[in-house]
């Protein structure tokens, strides 16, 4: 993105008059009104009528389980956005049915049933048997010239994601999100916000709107927009994944990237010498577009794997010689993209020159809302009606519908441990909107340092997309480059670089399936814990923010401190490898003290799972991709389907592609035979080989009695040098077993069986004991609330260890409303991992707290994220919150609701545990 730091400071002046601007607006705001009752009713096919009075609404049914509910305020229905959104409605007639009962309205498909309550006029979704609930309006829909709003109950245990590539926890319960362009990309904004999120209640609703809004996910549910109509479509999917499908049946599924796309980027400006150019004239080696020659031939000699760049700065940059230059990227195989902040006058001459991708600029589209979803849309038109190549296009501020074109990913963010904290949440919870492609610049544009910027690039290796952003960083090596390249780094850090990178490499296959994946399903490649996982009540909520899948294989929990310890790795249920030692673990658990040394991310591996690699390359086109490798972690039953297709142009789309089925049938632990079963390819595009060789690394505890390859024993050989040079056999070592199978039509299934191994034996999880921490020596920091005239309400009272006295927010005079928060100083540094709170022991039961959120901090000033959120029970017992260990002398609780529904807090004990030392 680069903005020039004066433009930075110019868009948020602008941002905040424009807030000052709205802020005025809403003092002179019109009176709500809300849906009266219904007065009357008629069908249509799938498309039920109600009026309440003057005014109507219109339920459509887009399928059984979707479908749009639109209010017209005085019986007009206003549709600004057309298409451009809800691009498929069109499913064909659903069977609905309209019955009367006493109380309300029975909408009826073959899947749910609609509640419309006649006085007044209230919706609530249920499943099919009308006793299921999936939604329900506490209120009316509500309105105003300048607002539209829907609020729903909250469920006891309902939690909530989306709304886009949020910064920061994706887990939303009990939190306020705007959904509005802001441009500024920090902890807690939206980079690309959608006007869209989904419930593990097991819905959906996207609203079909350009206007900014706030969703409240607080009691009740308060989703806004402002402009003076509503209109929404809702999906009733059985379980998170399938409403995601639903959404982009109607929003468009995940585009589907070019090949090269998921290979390491490299963006700055080479033709500095442009007098134009708005950064420095006087670059090293960035004086001419040509000169980015120079740094693909460094990226080739540093044995770093790359596939693209975009050698021009949006902001006067521009470029010498394009197609020339192209030319000899291509040669060097690398493709060219450039990026834009005035538009796209020139598009059809670029992409006719061989440029292939175009990243768009917040100087451009930084207004956000329609304006920048035509310009994405502009770009992909550019580069679709101009060549026969799909789109690859990066913006900001996306929007609901962006998913199907284009990268979005989190601006302008620095290279530091607190900035990548955050971005594990914010790429993983996009996945939630749909967004598979979301993405960070490595160890961010400014800033940044050895250290950060190798364990930045370390994770974004799992995610499809990732890129560097050169320029603006911290001098190195010299005050001439201020380079972000993953070369320009003193030996031991290139080291862990090329490392990943070459994994990244070897992994295409299995990333570029997981990409097919998202593009049929909308299921994200990057997926939170509780895609995979939904009922487990540890992966529904942000004590697995910091931590992700990676497709359907990998767990992977990025270290973004400066430590050399990992802890808090939640693995859940099954059994998980260790990818660097082998180790199996048994789930679930929480891994503490796990050993990640500078040059070690930890990953672990689902046992079952297979996954396709790529002999080692640099770029796509540098070799045949022969032999192919299954890495086979055996547990049961299990497959893995392989896609492939030319993988640059758009043939896909007429069916131009394969997949190979690949299925393991194995023992679920002790001693048996493993059989791999290589399906036949079906399908064709250009360039699929006729043949081509298999390798298999199968993970087990030791040799096995024999192989065979469809029948046929196989070659065992005691050395590896033997084995590799045999075009047949299998060889064992350190609990791998490999096996080669020479070249195989791809056309033909064979199958591979390695009888009698011993699968590995789980160890259990380690964990580190942790002790309560005594009070002595704590105080109270700051209460925002207490009663000391009433009663002897205190806040002192919740930590002198005596649960007959009690802290109770203020209830004589005037008291205040929720939220109240108490912040306690241990009186020295812990590892804190954990507080626990005792309600009120007496016969009261005002202040209960329900809602709650923990926080640690160093200084008792900067707290950061919750370390923990959630629900107390309703009852008198101690309540034990636990979260990963955090160094720490400080705590603060803070209660966000009552279990009454009161505005109280009370407690009568607070304490806290550390880990021993």
């Not at 607190?418 to 800033?447: E, K, Q």
């Not at 547990?635 to 893995?640: A, M, P, R, T």
Request: overall charge neutral; charged content about 20%; glycine content about 12%.
């Amino acid at each position: 993105m680069r903005v020039p730091r004066p433009l930075r400071r110019l868009i948020g002046v602008l941002s905040l008059l424009a807030l000052l601007a709205f802020g005025q607006q809403a003092q002179a705001q019109p009176a709500e009104r809300t849906l009266g009752a219904i007065t009357g009713i008629s069908q249509d096919g799938s498309t039920v009528a109600i009026s309440a009075g003057s005014d109507r609404v219109r339920v459509a049914f887009l399928q059984p389980d979707v479908f749009r509910l639109w209010l017209g305020p005085g019986g007009s229905f206003a549709d600004p956005v057309g298409r451009a959104i809800l691009t498929s409605t069109d499913f064909g007639p659903v069977r609905t049915t309209v019955t009367e009962t006493t109380d309300y309205y029975k909408i009826e498909t073959d899947a749910v049933v609609l509640r419309a309550y006649q006085k007044p006029l209230r919706f609530a979704l249920y499943r099919k048997d009308n006793q299921t609930l999936v939604w329900q309006e506490s209120a009316g829909l509500t309105w105003s010239t300048s607002a539209a709003r829907q609020r729903l109950v909250r469920g006891q245990d309902e939690q909530f994601y989306g709304t886009g590539l949020r910064l920061g926890a994706w887990a939303l319960r009990d939190k306020t999100v705007p959904v509005r362009v802001d441009n500024k990309w920090n902890e807690g904004n939206n980079a690309s916000p959608a006007p869209f999120y989904l419930s593990t209640n097991g819905y959906g609703v996207v609203r079909n709107t350009w206007s900014p809004g706030s969703y409240a996910f607080t009691s009740p549910v308060q989703t806004t927009h402002e402009e003076g109509r509503f209109d929404a479509v809702y999906f009733a999917g059985q379980g998170l994944k399938d409403v995601l499908d639903r959404y982009t049946d109607v929003t468009g599924k995940p585009f589907l990237a070019p090949i090269y796309g998921l290979e390491m980027g490299h963006a700055d400006c080479w033709n500095a010498s442009n007098p134009e150019y708005q950064g420095d004239h006087n670059r090293v080696d960035h004086q001419t577009t040509p000169d980015v020659l120079k740094y693909a031939e460094q990226a080739r000699a540093a044995d770093m794997p790359s596939g693209w760049f975009l050698p021009n700065d949006g902001y006067g940059c521009g470029y010498t010689k394009l197609p020339e230059t192209v030319k000899s990227l291509q040669d060097k195989g690398f493709y060219t993209g450039l990026w834009t902040s005035t538009g796209l006058k020139n598009v059809k001459e670029e992409v006719r020159a061989g440029s292939r991708m175009i990243k768009t600029d917040v100087a451009w589209i930084g207004g956000g809302y329609q304006k920048a979803f035509e310009g994405v849309q502009q770009a992909v038109s550019g580069i679709e009606d101009n060549s026969d190549a799909r789109r690859f296009v990066w913006t900001v501020d996306g929007w609901a519908g962006t998913q199907r074109n284009a990268v979005v990913w989190t601006g302008d963010t620095e290279g530091d441990w607190d900035n990548m904290r955050w971005h594990v949440p914010a790429i993983t919870g996009a996945g939630f909107s749909a967004l598979n492609y979301a993405a960070g610049d490595v160890d961010g544009i400014f800033a940044g340092s050895p250290d950060t910027y190798s364990r930045d690039l370390q994770w974004k290796a799992f995610t499809p997309v990732l890129m560097s952003m050169s320029g603006w960083g911290a001098k190195n090596p010299t005050s001439a480059y201020q380079d972000k390249q993953p070369w320009r780094f003193d030996a031991a850090h290139q080291e862990i670089n090329r490392r990943y990178l070459k994994l990244k490499m070897r992994l295409t296959p299995y990333f570029y399936s997981m990409a097919r994946v998202a593009h049929e399903t909308g299921v994200p490649t990057t997926r939170a814990m509780v895609l995979e996982y939904p009922n487990d009540p540890i992966a529904r909520g942000n004590q697995t923010s910091q931590q992700f899948l990676a497709g359907d294989a990998f767990l992977v929990a990025p270290v973004t401190s400066a430590t050399s310890t990992r802890d808090g790795i939640y693995l859940p249920a099954g059994t998980w490898t260790d990818y660097w030692t082998g180790t199996v673990y048994q789930g679930p658990g929480t891994f503490d003290g796990y050993q990640a040394p500078l040059d070690r991310l930890p990953l672990f591996v689902k046992g079952g799972a297979i996954v396709p690699m790529w002999p080692q390359l640099n770029h796509h086109r540098e070799k045949p991709k022969t032999p192919i490798t299954f890495d086979v972690y055996p547990n049961g039953s299990s497959s893995f389907e392989l896609y492939e297709d030319d993988g640059v142009t758009r043939r896909f789309q007429r069916g131009e592609h394969a997949k190979q089925q690949v299925s393991v049938s194995a023992p679920t632990g002790g001693r048996g035979d493993v059989t791999v079963r290589v399906g036949a390819s079906v399908g064709d595009y250009a360039g699929k080989p006729a043949s081509r060789g298999y390798e298999l690394a199968v993970h087990v505890a030791g040799a096995p009695g024999k192989v065979t390859l469809g029948g046929s024993a196989l070659t065992g050989y005691t050395k590896r040098a033997d084995y590799e040079a045999a075009a047949t056999g299998w060889f064992f070592e350190r609990g791998v077993l490999h096996v080669r199978t020479g070249s195989q039509s791809i056309g033909a299934a064979f199958t591979i069986t390695a009888e009698g191994v011993q699968l590995p034996v789980p160890q259990a999880i380690p964990t580190r004991a942790d002790e309560p921490i005594a009070k002595s020596g704590w105080s109270v920091k700051h209460v925002d609330s207490q009663e000391t005239a009433g009663e002897n309400g205190a806040a002192a009272n919740a930590i002198d260890d005596n649960p007959g006295t009690q802290w109770h927010t203020q209830w004589s005079g005037t008291g205040s409303a929720l939220p109240h928060e108490i912040q306690l100083d241990l009186g020295a540094t812990h590892e804190i991992t954990g507080l626990s709170y005792l309600p009120r022991q007496d016969s009261g039961v005002n202040g209960g707290i329900k809602g709650y959120e923990v926080y640690v901090s160093t200084d008792g000033t900067s707290w950061g994220q919750a370390v923990a959120t959630g629900n107390f029970a309703a009852d008198k017992g101690e309540k034990l919150v636990s979260f990963a260990a955090k160094t720490g002398r400080y705590l603060r609780l803070r209660a966000t609701s009552e279990i009454n529904g009161g505005t109280w807090t009370s407690a009568a004990e607070i304490g806290a545990r550390r880990l021993k030392k």
